[in-house]
């Protein structure tokens, strides 16, 4: 029940973020609609842990200011490179470990590779435990198997790293 009004004060916020306009009617037809969808996405099975992890929240607030300046970073590294007249890089396919263990963690590391500029994940072998990344430079291969991220994503679904 408490994941259920979770998703539908979430969609809720959602709808008047996108809408900008706060009439009565508009307000009351998110609220109306918002909750119809939380009802629906219940009975329908969608709004479980890993449809809607609400548990997650308060690690995530911690994750993803660490992920966006990480991506910035790497826009700027990426930049330089693509700036430069020699074009420096050296692209690389390896095979990395994957802390994360639960469907969230997993999806969420993966598209953590994948956000941050220079790097792309690939492939997902959840039987091996391994993810396929392609590198742009050396240091961008070298930062993903320096494991932080791995350990912060770890730390995210809710596992001692």
Same mark, same amino acid.
Do not use: C, Q
């Given at each position: 029940?408490?994941?259920m ?9 959602f ?5 900008g ?8 037809a ?12 219940h ?8 449809g ?9 607030? $911690?994750?993803?200011?660490? @992920?966006a300046?990480?991506? /910035?970073?790497?826009? *700027? +590294?990426?930049? !330089? ?19 994360p ?5 997993v999806a969420?590391y $993966?598209?953590?590779?994948? @956000?941050?500029p220079g790097t /792309?994940?690939v492939? *997902? +072998?959840r039987? !091996?435990?391994t993810?396929?990344?392609?590198a ?8 993903v198997?320096?494991?932080e ?13």
């Amino acid at each position: 029940m408490a994941r259920m009004a979770s998703l539908g004060l979430f969609l809720f916020v959602f709808w008047l973020l996108l809408s900008g306009h706060y009439t009565v009617w508009l307000i009351g037809a998110g609220l109306i609609v918002s909750a119809l969808l939380a009802v629906g996405a219940h009975f329908l099975g969608l709004a479980d842990e890993e449809g809607h992890p609400v548990n997650r929240l308060g690690a995530g607030l $911690a994750y993803w200011p660490w @992920l966006a300046v990480e991506i /910035i970073k790497s826009s *700027v +590294d990426v930049a !330089r490179i693509i700036l430069n007249p020699k074009l420096p890089i050296a692209p690389e396919m390896f095979e990395t470990k994957v802390g994360p263990r639960t469907p969230v963690g997993v999806a969420t590391y $993966a598209n953590s590779i994948t @956000l941050t500029p220079g790097t /792309i994940t690939v492939e *997902v +072998d959840r039987e !091996r435990d391994t993810f396929l990344v392609h590198a742009l430079t050396r240091a961008g291969a070298d930062g993903v198997r320096g494991g932080e991220m791995d350990r912060r994503v770890t730390r995210f679904e809710g596992r001692a790293a």
